[in-house]
């Protein structure tokens, strides 16, 4: 097992590995070079400099998100947490039939991604903010493969390794959006959390069941009272069918990021959709969130405060022409 990481320390950013309660920078490159690299080239990489470089204490780090993601889709992949958020966000009961037809799945902000140990304000205008607990597969290089069209057999060996993600929603901006069938878009654009490294895939490799799922737990809790645990084998599909499928008349590539989609009970908005009321209340500022998977570690974050703003911009009536109007000359 190896677990990679980008942390700040005195001052400056640097990557490395993370062994034994401590920091190993890299001699040279950063996470991406390592994705680059492929795992099995990680891997030597990770016994070489392991204790043989300056070690840097983790205690005294500030861990940063595991990698600068190229791209970031996110599934969803748990059938109950479909039951539960669209009782909540539609209104209505059930999984619809498209669900189980093939994984669905956005493409969400790279550039908005946060680490552990970040304050995450609450955006503009948003009243309902909620996590959501997934695990993300990291996707590397594999010599020879071009990463399209990929068979599940295939994209396995895309996934390099795995780390935690926090999808941060704005569930009344994602109901309002979500109305014009399009998105969401500003109800997940703000943040979202990885970390707090990238466990290498095969350290899982044995826990894999036949089927290709792994059984490791997830559990999120809110100010230290735990609101839901899962497991991640309650996906409908195994990582590599979701990889292989993202790779359909496609391309993925190292430094992909893919969410499994929100485990069941991960969020609050698939409580307020069982209970038929919103409790658990929505995050308000100062809650902390700590989420945990099994074999991959923790991120916690604390909610900060909601920047006040008026951001929507109401369309204007326009007259529907299909031949522009003359101009006039004003002389």
């Not at 400056?12 to 390592?34: A, E, I, K, R, W």
């Not at 993300?136 to 493969?145: L, T, W």
């Not at 057999?153 to 993600?165: D, K, M, P, Q, S």
Request: aromatic share 6%.
């Amino acid at each position: 097992m190896v677990k990679i990481a980008r942390w700040n320390y005195d001052g400056g950013t640097q990557s490395g590995f993370v062994d034994g309660g401590n920091c190993y920078p890299l001699p040279s490159g950063g996470v991406q070079t390592l994705l680059d690299a492929g795992l099995e080239e990680t891997l030597g990489l990770a016994r070489q400099t392991i204790g043989s470089g300056l070690a840097v204490p983790l205690a005294e780090v500030q861990l940063l998100a595991p990698l600068v993601p190229a791209t970031i889709r996110d599934f969803v992949a748990f059938e109950e947490h479909v039951e539960g958020v669209r009782k909540s966000i539609d209104g209505v009961a059930g999984v619809v039939t498209e669900w189980y037809e093939a994984p669905t799945f956005y493409f969400t902000n790279p550039h908005t991604v946060t680490g552990t140990g970040e304050v995450i304000g609450i955006p503009a205008g948003c009243e309902d903010l909620d996590f959501e607990t997934e695990v993300a597969a990291v996707v590397g290089r594999v010599p020879g493969s071009d990463g399209r069209n990929l068979t599940a057999a295939e994209a396995h060996r895309h996934i390099f390794g795995y780390t935690v993600l926090n999808d941060w929603s704005a569930r009344d901006l994602q109901r309002r959006e979500m109305k014009v069938s399009l998105g969401p878009c500003k109800g997940k654009d703000f943040a979202n959390t990885l970390g707090p490294w990238i466990v290498t895939a095969d350290e899982f490799e044995g826990l894999h069941d036949a089927e290709g799922y792994l059984p490791i737990s997830m559990a999120v809790e809110v100010n230290k009272e735990t609101i839901g645990q899962d497991l991640l084998s309650n996906m409908g599909w195994p990582f590599a069918e979701l990889v292989a499928y993202a790779s359909q008349d496609s391309v993925v590539r190292p430094g992909d990021v893919l969410g499994s989609g929100t485990c069941g009970s991960g969020c609050l908005a698939e409580l307020w959709g069982r209970n038929g009321a919103k409790t658990p209340q929505p995050l308000k500022t100062g809650d902390v969130v700590r989420m945990t998977v099994e074999g991959i570690g923790s991120i916690e974050n604390t909610v900060g405060e909601r920047r006040e703003a008026v951001t929507r911009v109401p369309a204007r009536p326009r007259p529907r022409n299909r031949v522009a109007a003359a101009v006039t000359s004003g002389n």
